[in-house]
């Protein structure tokens, strides 16, 4: 019987709701991989297809006084190609949806819409169609569809001993973020990256095609989203500080507001950089390098960076 759940939103947070919904919701034959990843598979007569969406919402994933129409068609494209990246996968096509107040400027939609064409067009990928309606605020839903040449990388696959490796810049967002909080435009190198993305669109393949175990994109924050893959995997993992390139604008961040720069990386999401997990004897492609190491499953799910757990590791939650 699915589980029941009581008091509100906010008291059982979004990963018990996540999981009293999917309880609910039975799969078809065609279903290879049904929720719980970042992205679902299906195995249809034509070939398999591998399918994911996500939703951005005015003042809660993006500011107008802070981006751009374009800067937010950009982003929410890049939401979901991350998805199917992180799968091994490149997307072929999107479906979006635009709600929105009556009297936003149509510029604003057209601008935006130029924005997610521009995304799309980074990985080949093409806008087959949406729709639209009325909204007190402006929310942006996008579903995208592709395939897995190289076959398809989930989050349960990694071992001990395995490689943990980073592909993308990580952290940034999350230092725009702050810059951006506290009334400030620079450095506009953090700024930029909170409001544009640059998901590593190629590392995704590439580490399927050599064999990677393991795969997440980091969206709420890499210690929580390695947390996911070490439950998944039902293994340990230990991340060692002395292994991530923590960036001049970073540090500049980190120095103007009293914060180790090092905790934009290990917290921060939203640059959309991959984790994955590879043999020891692996050799990693271009844009991946090391930064821990899996360990045994006698405290699975666990993360710790140089051995101990940090002091936050919480990341984003919905709800909270």
């Known amino acids: 019987m699915p589980q029941q759940l009581t008091g509100t939103l906010r008291d059982v947070g979004e990963f018990q709701l996540v999981a009293a919904l999917t309880e609910r919701f039975g799969q078809a034959d065609v279903v290879r991989l049904g929720p719980g990843d970042d992205a ?73 819409a130029d924005g997610l064409a521009a995304e ?30 190289h076959g398809v990388v989930r989050r349960s696959g990694a071992r001990a001993g395995d490689v943990v490796a980073l ?7 999350d230092a725009g973020f702050a810059v951006l909080g ?7 190198a953090v700024v930029d990256a909170h409001r544009r993305p640059a998901p590593p669109y190629e590392a995704g393949p590439s580490a399927a095609e050599v064999g990677a175990t393991a795969m997440i994109d980091v969206s ?9 893959l070490a439950s998944a995997s039902q293994v340990a993992i230990e991340l060692r500080s002395s292994q991530f390139e923590v960036a001049e604008p970073l540090q500049a961040v980190g120095a103007a507001l009293g914060v180790d720069p090092l905790r934009f990386a290990l917290t921060g999401g939203d640059d959309y950089s991959l984790v994955a997990t590879f043999r020891p004897d692996a050799e990693l492609p271009a844009q991946w390098r090391e930064i821990g190491v899996v360990r045994h499953a006698g405290d699975a799910g666990s993360v710790t960076v140089d051995g101990a757990t940090y002091d936050d590791a919480s990341g984003h939650q919905h709800f909270r």
């Open 40 to 112: 679902a598979v299906l195995d249809l007569p034509g070939g398999q297809v591998v399918c994911s969406l996500d939703m951005l919402v005015q003042n809660r994933h993006f500011r107008l006084d802070w981006s751009t129409a374009s800067d937010i068609g950009h982003k929410a494209a890049a939401a979901n190609l991350s998805d199917l990246n992180a799968m091994g996968g490149r997307a072929t096509a999107l479906l979006v949806g635009l709600a929105a107040p009556p009297d936003l400027d149509c510029s604003w939609a057209l601008e935006f």
């Open 120 to 149: 799309a067009a980074e990985v080949g990928a093409s806008i087959v169609g949406g729709d639209v309606t009325r909204a007190e605020a402006i929310t942006i839903s996008v579903a995208v569809l592709g395939a897995c040449e």
């Open 167 to 173: 592909a993308g810049r990580q952290g940034w967002a």
């Open 182 to 188: 506290r009334g400030f435009r620079s450095p506009r």
């Open 220 to 228: 709420d924050g890499l210690l929580q989203d390695v947390g996911h």
